[in-house]
């Protein structure tokens, strides 16, 4: 069975400066894909990052990237130059390569401060 | 492009009776997943369609059912309610069968079961 654990139900950042969010997870597989999902208040989930376990490169979508270390099974968040929209709850999320559906983490809340 | 839409929004049921949620996928996707995400949890599989047909289904029990239509719309079923189902919960669409294409989420549907 598959399990992701994110170990910080709420974080917070001051506006401009740079936050870690930790997700772990365990499986046997070998290939497979990692995901950072964000949802704001009272909207829909919408998808910040995603991973694939063959790519030793990490991740980067503009002010977001990840930390992959596939053999500790962790996959961080880092957010650059926290903006104020960026107040959301973020999953952490696993697919298998073969799989047609998504683990989810517990969350971590993010709140930036003005 | 029309993103994905639940109906209803809100609900309350008492338990022991029925519900019907109701999701339109995006446009050109032909694959939806309904989670349930719990107060405090992280979003839960349900199941999946392709093509009108059952992809995949999680560990819920049977009263939890699901239709798709040929227009990849969908409807998620819960008969006999209990006090557990109360929950948001979450339509996604995707293009084919498998999730390695960006899942696009709805708002959901929050059901509160009295």
């Known amino acids: 069975a598959q399990t992701v654990t994110q170990s910080q139900p709420e974080m917070s950042v001051q506006e401009a400066e740079t936050v870690t969010l930790s997700c772990t997870y365990d499986t046997s597989e070998n290939n497979y894909y990692l995901f950072w999902y964000k949802q704001p208040p009272s909207r829909q989930m919408i998808l910040v990052i995603r991973q694939e376990a063959y790519k030793q490169q990490n991740a980067t979508e503009n002010r977001f990237s990840v930390n992959f270390q596939k053999a500790a099974k962790s996959f961080s968040l880092k957010i650059s130059d926290s903006q104020l929209g960026d107040t959301a709850m973020y999953f952490c999320a696993f697919m298998r390569e073969t799989g047609n559906q998504f683990y989810f983490g517990t969350g971590t809340s993010l709140t930036v401060i003005p | 492009e029309t993103g994905v839409t639940q109906s209803p929004t809100h609900l309350i049921k008492t338990r022991g009776q029925q519900v019907t949620l109701r999701c339109s996928s995006q446009s050109g996707h032909n694959t939806v997943s309904w989670y349930q995400q719990a107060l405090g949890q992280g979003p839960q599989f349900i199941f999946q369609?392709?093509?009108?047909?059952?992809?995949g289904r999680g560990n819920f029990p049977p009263r939890f059912s699901g239709l798709q239509f040929p227009n990849y719309s969908s409807e998620l079923n819960v008969n006999a309610l209990e006090l557990d189902d109360s929950a948001l919960y979450l339509c996604a669409s995707s293009l084919g069968g498998s999730l390695y294409g960006e899942l696009f989420f709805g708002e959901g549907s929050r059901l509160t079961v009295l």
């Open positions: 369609y392709y093509r009108e047909e059952e992809n």
